[in-house]
């Protein structure tokens, strides 16, 4: 018999009931904000952007979630995600108490169980983990602020590592080639001054789309002033809809179309040859790498015109050096993504913009004491080499290579939390990798809020509360003014939820650990940090966000001589330390994998407004705003298999994988080579009554992944689908 099966929570022994909806006739009610109200400060969790807000109870009962006026991140004004996040509060689908994988009369169930038992259980599993295999054999993954209390509890233990989406399939290439360029990467929030850009390069980030609050409200400040916009996109985005220039690119050849930018920049003398020569190195060579790649060239390549790559090219050198060649987010798409973004950095250096108004302005956050914790034990391996000693550039946790060493006897790791990261969904070509790690390991825990498919793997299930009833780390990201912000609970728990940080605590507890967390509520610690700035939790808790004055400039002074932390110290526009570990050191076009034989488009996909990856599509609000994602293709495309706007159809790719049934939509709005969905869709699970069976996924149809081979980063562009019509269509 299988060590685990996978579970769908409605087959738990003992779940509670879902009461049927009832409907009540309308009556008259006193108007919101009529009763007595409570505001509390929260940060938004419904994405990463953490904006803050304030959510108003109204005798009782939830009211609303708006923006604090005093945040960068919102400037008052949620997104309609954050605007919806009170449905992940009344979700009925949520998880409502612990539970434990069971095997009775030979069948594996999850039984629902007290704190205690899972906490016992897990302190007891760990304990023999380190017994057998050593202390530094556990790992965690995990999406978002919370994770840290667990990766507390980790450290604390002997097992720092740490793994979260966000690098191997997201912004990873991204970090690791300004890292190589400019000795710091773009961080979160992007380092990108907007607001203040005449001319804005988009290569496609799909701004308006990606819905990052704050950014995106500069972009559009940035339109509203008149700022030139190119969007490079196969798709005509939302942001091109606002562009002067679309270049509607063949997918994957934007290192061509970069090249050849560099090529007319260079020759026709329009780069900042000033800048480059007080902050650059390896122009020289730069400028002899760029001489074949013309804009003639670049045509056959990318399909743009010359003249357009031309034009485009002196408009970003005429409004430089506030010209902002975005750097994207979610850039894992081809394998070449680290030269993609070194392409992006080299240009930015080109066009003078890094450190300059309009560009990339300098970051500040507030600077604070970190909490005082013992030290964690001496590590007895070092789990870099022993996991992605493949990858020695990345500097974050690489999730595919974590799986892949989790499988097998003697696999490394043996045992796993997850927190608030549905793997299945987020990282591709791990279902078969998934049951596979799931066998192998000796726990696997999981601390979600919602029954997605990752707890279906789980040992134990650690139902946390949202972040409307708990106490979250406090926000003290780098911006353009340093600012602190806070998260408090504006209801108590629902079910038997609890918060992360309690729940780490506990264990640590169990575990011996229980200085790591030397205080009854999270909030004393918070407290001792932010008295440390001045302010304190009871001054935080009545203003919710505080800001303090910069300490340095935003910008790089004129004519300002400065070091940058590279190892020669420079700018680096070619790359020696790529060039140390076999890599290009300057950007080459490496051709996308090419369509196979038969009727195929590429697969491709992003953001939808209305919803965040997949853990928003069961939060009843949004769901009723998009209940289901569709399918684009241009009419050639639809003409030609035979399919019409609106009929469902189902997606399969150049592997044979099928999705679920989909809806068309037929638009000009995309290249006839080209398909476009929205991801997060296509749950297949009962326990998610709203999300189950609508939509389809795009993460399955994702079965050829091209690594980056200087990030370890999956790139997921290179599928292909066919689109089968369905018999029955509505
Ligand atoms: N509403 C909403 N907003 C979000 C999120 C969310 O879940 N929901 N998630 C946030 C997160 S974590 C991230 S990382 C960001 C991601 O957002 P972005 O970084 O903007 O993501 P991209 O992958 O660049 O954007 C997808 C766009 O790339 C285009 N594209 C596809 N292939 C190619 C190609 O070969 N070349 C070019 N030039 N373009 C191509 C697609 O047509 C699409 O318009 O969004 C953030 N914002
Ligand atoms: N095919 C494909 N794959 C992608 C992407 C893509 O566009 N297409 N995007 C990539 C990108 S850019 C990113 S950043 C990653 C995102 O990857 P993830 O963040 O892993 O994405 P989700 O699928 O949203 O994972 C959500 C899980 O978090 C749980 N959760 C939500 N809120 C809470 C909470 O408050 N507490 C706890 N404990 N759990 C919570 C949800 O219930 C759900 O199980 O995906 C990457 N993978
Ligand atoms: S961008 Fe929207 S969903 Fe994301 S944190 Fe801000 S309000 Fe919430
Ligand atoms: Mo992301």
């Excluded at 241009?634 to 035979?642: D, I, K, R, W």
Aim: aromatic residues 10%; contains cysteine; charged residues 20%.
């Amino acid at each position: 018999m299988k060590r685990r099966e996978f579970i769908q929570l409605s087959a738990t022994a003992g779940a509670a009931a879902m009461a049927p909806l009832t409907l009540t006739g309308c009556k008259a009610r006193p108007l919101p904000g009529e009763g007595e109200v409570v505001q509390t400060p929260v940060l938004c969790n419904v994405c990463f952007w953490r904006c803050a807000g304030t959510v108003s109870v109204e005798n009782g009962q939830p009211w609303k979630i708006e923006g604090n006026p005093d945040d960068l991140h919102s400037n008052g004004r949620f997104c309609t995600r954050g605007d919806a996040g009170l449905g992940m509060y009344t979700d009925p689908d949520r998880l409502k108490q612990p539970m434990l994988r069971v095997t009775e009369n030979g069948r594996q169930r999850f039984k629902p169980v007290s704190w205690d038992e899972a906490f016992d259980y897990i302190a007891e599993k760990m304990n023999k983990i380190k017994e057998e295999h050593g202390q530094d054999r556990l790992c965690l993954f995990s999406h978002g602020s919370g994770g840290n209390f667990f990766r507390r509890t980790l450290r604390a233990f002997g097992s720092p590592a740490y793994t979260a989406p966000s690098y191997a399939q997201c912004r990873g290439p991204r970090e690791v080639a300004f890292a190589l360029t400019y000795g710091e990467g773009v961080g979160s929030p992007d380092r990108t001054d907007m607001e203040n850009s005449r001319c804005i390069v988009l290569i496609g980030s799909h701004l308006g789309e990606n819905l990052h609050n704050g950014q995106v409200q500069t972009w559009i400040e940035a339109v509203r002033k008149g700022a030139t916009m190119i969007t490079v996109d196969p798709r005509f985005s939302v942001a091109a809809g606002k562009s002067k220039h679309w270049l509607p690119i063949k997918p994957g050849t934007d290192i061509a179309l970069m090249l050849a930018w560099m090529n007319v920049l260079i020759n026709e003398n329009l780069y900042d040859a000033d800048y480059i020569a007080r902050y650059a190195s390896g122009f020289d060579e730069l400028k002899a790498h760029v001489q074949p790649y013309t804009p003639e060239w670049a045509y056959g390549q990318t399909g743009i015109r010359p003249d357009v790559i031309r034009t485009t090219a002196r408009e970003m050198a005429m409004a430089a050096p506030a010209t902002l060649v975005h750097p994207g987010r979610h850039v894992t798409w081809y394998g070449d993504d680290t030269q993609r973004e070194r392409a992006i950095a080299i240009l930015t250096a080109l066009l003078g913009a890094w450190g300059r108004e309009g560009g990339y302005y300098e970051q500040e956050n507030v600077s604070i004491p970190s909490f005082p914790l013992p030290d964690p034990p001496a590590p007895a391996t070092n789990w870099r080499d022993e996991v992605q000693g493949d990858f020695p550039v990345a500097p974050s946790g690489i999730s595919q290579k974590f799986i892949d060493a989790s499988i097998g006897e003697d696999a490394y790791f043996k045992g796993w939390f997850v927190y608030s990261s549905n793997l299945g969904h987020t990282i591709p070509g791990v279902t078969e990798k998934l049951a596979q790690a799931s066998q192998d390991l000796d726990l696997l825990v999981v601390v979600d809020t919602m029954p997605y498919g990752i707890t279906g793997y789980a040992d134990v299930i650690l139902p946390e509360c949202t972040y409307l009833e708990r106490l979250d780390p406090m926000r003290n990201s780098p911006e353009r003014e340093p600012s602190l912000a806070v998260s408090v609970p504006a209801f108590e728990p629902k079910y038997d939820s609890k918060p992360g940080w309690w729940i780490a605590k506990q264990i640590a507890e169990r575990l011996d650990l229980g200085d790591w967390f030397p205080w009854d509520d999270y909030s004393e610690e918070l407290d001792w940090q932010l008295r440390q700035v001045g302010s304190s939790f009871e001054e935080m808790r009545r203003i919710g966000v505080k800001k303090f004055p910069r300490q340095t400039p935003k910008y790089f002074a004129p004519g300002e001589n400065r070091s940058f932390r590279t190892s020669s110290g420079k700018i680096e526009l070619y790359s020696q330390m790529l060039a140390d570990f076999g890599h290009d050191p300057l950007p080459v076009f490496t051709p996308p994998p090419s369509k196979p034989e038969g009727e195929f488009l590429h697969l491709n996909y992003g953001r939808a407004p209305a919803h965040t990856f997949g853990r928003t599509i069961n939060n009843p609000q949004l769901f009723e705003l998009m209940p289901e994602n569709t399918v684009w293709i241009h009419p050639v495309a639809a003409s030609t298999f035979q399919v019409s706007n609106g009929q469902y159809v189902r997606l399969k790719n150049q592997d044979g994988v099928e999705s679920n049934a989909v809806r068309v939509r037929v638009t000009e709005r995309i290249r006839p080579d080209s398909l476009f969905m929205a991801h997060g869709f296509g749950h297949n699970s009962a326990d998610l009554s709203l999300a189950n069976g609508r939509g389809a996924d795009d993460q399955g149809l994702i079965t050829r992944i091209l690594v980056d081979p200087i990030a370890g980063s999956t790139g997921m562009r290179g599928n292909f689908v066919t689109l089968i019509p369905e018999e029955a269509s509505a």
